[in-house]
């Protein structure tokens, strides 16, 4: 049949709508009881002069376009889908976001992403830091001593707060009583401890032929360290 004839009932396009699909010609009965989708929300058929907003295999009307909660329009807007419903950011943000532990804001999502054949964008939830199995944004995460972002950085925590190494270094590392440096166990160091003082295991050494004392036996004089040939000399 010509395209003048609509491909299923063979009535005349002449002087009528009509729509196409897949090069053939169907006047807007046919086309509809054939090919509309069915609106998730009314459950009506999508006429084919009405626009179709299609997410995840599902389709709606312009209209029926709407936050579950709300029922505010999702068209041209981010959204969020959450157990077969759709959510505008701020109902998703209400219902599901965490809350920063330090702000007590909603830490929204990260990412925004297209994802529809028409206008709709989905919200991706990624980012924000877990602490102490409290939730917090990136930005509100932030060393006690200096106040800088920790989020990707490492951290030591001290009574419930977290401190980047420097200032958990500064405030409350041990000093080596060699070289008076801070003494930490981060990546596995090791240290000596002796009499309240402290050293790192590679300045425990003779305090007169620098030999290692690390596993050895050794004297005491005064404040030095000594080997026991040396201690004995002395």
């Given at each position: 049949?010509?395209?003048?004839?609509?491909?299923?009932?063979?009535?005349?396009?002449?002087?009528?709508?009509?729509?196409?699909?897949?090069?053939?010609?169907?006047?807007?009965?046919?086309?509809?009881?054939?090919?509309?989708?069915?609106?998730?929300?009314?459950?009506?058929?999508?006429?084919?002069?009405?626009?179709?907003?299609?997410?995840?295999?599902?389709?709606?009307?312009?209209?029926?376009?709407?936050?579950?909660?709300?029922?505010?329009?999702?068209?041209?807007?981010?959204?969020?889908?959450?157990?077969?419903?759709?959510?505008?950011?701020?109902?998703?943000?209400?219902?599901?976001?965490?809350?920063?532990?330090?702000?007590?804001?909603?830490?929204?999502?990260?990412?925004?992403?297209?994802?529809?054949?028409?206008?709709?964008?989905?919200?991706?939830?990624?980012?924000?830091?877990?602490?102490?199995?409290?939730?917090?944004?990136?930005?509100?995460?932030?060393?006690?001593?200096?106040?800088?972002?920790?989020?990707?950085?490492?951290?030591?925590?001290?009574?419930?707060?977290?401190?980047?190494?420097?200032?958990?270094r500064k405030l409350y590392a041990k000093k080596c009583a060699a070289c008076n440096k801070p003494i930490t166990a981060l990546g596995g160091a090791k240290f000596i401890s002796f009499e309240e003082r402290q050293w790192h295991s590679d300045c425990f050494n003779c305090v007169k032929c620098s030999i290692s004392l690390v596993g050895q036996g050794?004297?005491?004089?005064?404040?030095?360290?000594?080997?026991?040939?040396?201690?004995?000399?002395?």
């Open positions: 049949m010509t395209s003048n004839h609509c491909h299923y009932c063979m009535e005349s396009l002449l002087g009528r709508r009509y729509a196409f699909r897949e090069e053939n010609s169907y006047c807007v009965t046919c086309y509809d009881g054939l090919f509309a989708n069915s609106c998730e929300e009314c459950k009506k058929p999508i006429e084919c002069d009405a626009k179709d907003l299609a997410y995840k295999g599902r389709h709606w009307h312009e209209a029926c376009f709407k936050c579950a909660r709300c029922n505010h329009s999702l068209v041209e807007k981010p959204f969020a889908a959450k157990d077969e419903l759709l959510l505008c950011t701020q109902c998703y943000s209400n219902e599901y976001s965490s809350k920063c532990f330090h702000c007590q804001k909603a830490i929204m999502p990260g990412k925004i992403t297209r994802t529809l054949r028409y206008f709709c964008e989905m919200m991706i939830t990624t980012g924000g830091v877990t602490y102490h199995d409290q939730p917090w944004h990136k930005e509100c995460f932030l060393c006690a001593g200096c106040k800088k972002q920790l989020s990707g950085q490492k951290f030591i925590s001290k009574d419930d707060h977290p401190y980047c190494l420097d200032c958990f050794f004297l005491t004089q005064q404040d030095d360290i000594l080997c026991r040939e040396c201690g004995s000399a002395a």
